[in-house]
């Protein structure tokens, strides 16, 4: 019997964790991505990053592009009132081999641009790695919990909150943007020197509920 709508909001809604095996190398996997401000440097830790979690999950690693372009965006009124931060698709499966696409290449594929939807900003590193962990969330839906459609339910949102307090908590003095000023830097820790460059900042605003998707 075919999949329902229904039962894949059940089963999104019913599953609340994402846990993972060692958040300590999660941590360090996003401090190098929130050091980097570039489109290819945020590709290359970017899917460093995605390839840790995939590895600690169990899911396959997913691609990830990351076009130095405006965010897709609408305008009514002069005002943007709506922008994709960032997206996630899944390709048919090759015929000859289900368990990746055509030509070899991943079936989840993440989309996230560098760039704000109307300045052409490049996207603050804090909130480029939000919507990374959102789409692997959504990533790892269709991998490990075989959901055809991944809702945005409540249950979503407690593995995404679930994932990112491990890796906050694997921080443990918290992580930091490169470029804060200097008096503002935490003393020195086990980790590399990157680890601590910058002024603190949270890593996970939990106020942050801008509609990513419609």
């Not at 300045?119 to 790892?140: M, Q, S, Y």
Request: proline share 8%; charged share 25%.
């Amino acid at each position: 019997m075919a999949r329902t709508r229904r039962a894949d909001y059940t089963r999104s809604n019913r599953i609340r964790t994402l846990p993972l095996s060692d958040p300590e190398e999660a941590a360090w996997a996003s401090q190098k991505l929130l050091n980097a401000r570039d489109a290819l440097s945020r590709r290359i830790l970017g899917s460093e990053l995605l390839a840790v979690l995939a590895s600690q999950t169990g899911v396959a690693v997913p691609e990830l592009v990351v076009p130095d372009e405006h965010q897709p965006h609408r305008r009514s009124g002069g005002r943007i009132i709506y922008s994709l931060q960032g997206d996630y698709r899944r390709r048919l499966p090759s015929p000859a081999n289900p368990r990746v696409a055509r030509g070899g290449r991943p079936l989840g594929r993440i989309r996230v641009p560098n760039r704000t939807p109307a300045r052409g900003d490049v996207v603050r590193p804090t909130a480029f790695l939000n919507t990374l962990l959102h789409e692997f969330c959504h990533h790892h839906d269709s991998e490990a919990l075989g959901l055809v459609r991944s809702f945005h339910t409540s249950g979503f949102y407690a593995r995404l909150r679930h994932l990112r307090d491990q890796i906050e908590a694997g921080a443990g003095d918290g992580l930091f943007e490169a470029d804060g000023p200097p008096s503002a830097r935490p003393a020195a820790a086990a980790r590399p020197a990157a680890r601590d460059a910058g002024s603190p900042l949270p890593l996970f605003d939990r106020l942050w509920s801008i509609i990513r998707r419609l």
